[in-house]
């Protein structure tokens, strides 16, 4: 030990890198206390491995690649982001109609006819039936449907969101072509049709384009809604004078009324599509002018006027 002399020579305690202390396991790094002035040697980090990763880690680089996708979402324009299903079914509608265009001839016809909804298809396997129908447009890429189809379809789920969108869009098109190929297997059990009935041509998304159409006059003011459905009409009798076939003119008819039958139920979804923005945004809004010394239990305008007494009988 030094006399005193702060010039001296300094004893150096010893330094005990593996330091165990009692009830603890091994920490790497851990050294008694030396004396004032002593230099600890620095141990390395053998604690960590070069492969694993701390939750830390995991969690920092799990936020990275959510804000990530955020931007990405954020970065697309405005219209695909607000109408995903409508842009979806509108780009599988035009490859179909691509592929029947450019493709071979024989494929698609029997492409076609195992898609069309008939009843020999739909007694077989009635739903695959029914959504592959509804996967062309009648007429290829020149089809009035494939304007009109995203028009319609955007409009409606804008206001109703994805979801109830395609299930207004599915009940038009599966109950307006039941409706029209339940009679036809009836009338060719009874033999008022003959057997070629029962595999007739029949597809595309005209029945719920048609639903949906109905279904989105239904949110619109009065004048709009009737030259909305106006002009539905006119284009369907358009259509009857081209090329004129009864079942098609009864499921068209059939899915009009399914749309205007669901103006209840749309009417009602639309303001359940503003909650979730009425939630995110209720911490902006500006605070309510209440009266806080009220106690709880009264309304604020029983106790501004003094209606907090017990009512006498009259």
Not at 15 to 42: I, K, L, M, Q
Not at 134 to 155: H, Q
Request: glycine share 10%; hydrophobic share 45%; net charge positive.
């Amino acid at each position: 030990m030094d006399d005193g002399d702060p010039g001296g020579p300094r004893a150096i305690a010893p330094v005990v890198p593996w330091a165990r202390r009692a009830g603890r396991p091994r920490e790497v790094g851990c050294a008694w206390p030396a004396a004032a002035g002593a230099s600890t040697p620095r141990v390395p980090d053998a604690g960590r491995g070069r492969g694993r990763r701390t939750p830390a880690v995991v969690r920092l680089r799990a936020g990275r690649g959510s804000r990530t996708a955020a931007a990405v979402v954020r970065s697309l324009p405005r219209v695909p982001r607000t109408v995903p299903f409508t842009l979806g079914y509108t780009l599988i509608l035009l490859g179909t109609s691509l592929y029947a265009r450019l493709g071979d001839p024989g494929t698609v016809r029997d492409l076609l006819a195992s898609s069309s909804t008939d009843v020999s298809n739909l007694s077989q396997r009635p739903l695959l039936t029914l959504l592959v129908s509804a996967l062309w447009a009648v007429g290829g890429v020149t089809s009035p449907y494939l304007v009109a189809f995203p028009l319609v379809l955007a409009a409606l789920e804008r206001r109703l969101g994805g979801v109830r969108t395609a299930g207004v869009f599915l009940l038009g098109h599966v109950l307006a072509t039941l409706l029209t190929e339940v009679p036809v297997a009836v009338s060719v059990a009874a033999g008022h049709l003959p057997d070629s009935s029962l595999r007739r041509l029949d597809y595309g998304v005209s029945y719920g384009l048609i639903a949906c159409a109905a279904a989105l006059a239904g949110l619109l003011p009065s004048r709009r809604r009737w030259a909305l459905l106006g002009g539905v009409a006119l284009a369907l009798g358009a259509g009857m004078l081209v090329d004129f076939d009864p079942l098609t003119a009864w499921g068209h008819a059939f899915a009009l009324l399914l749309g205007v039958l669901s103006w209840r139920y749309v009417r009602s979804w639309r303001y359940v599509r503003s909650w979730p923005y009425v939630r995110r945004n209720a911490s902006r809004r500006p605070p309510s002018r209440r009266n806080d010394d009220a106690p709880p239990g009264f309304a604020h305008s029983e106790r501004a006027s003094g209606n907090t007494g017990t009512p006498s009988a009259h």
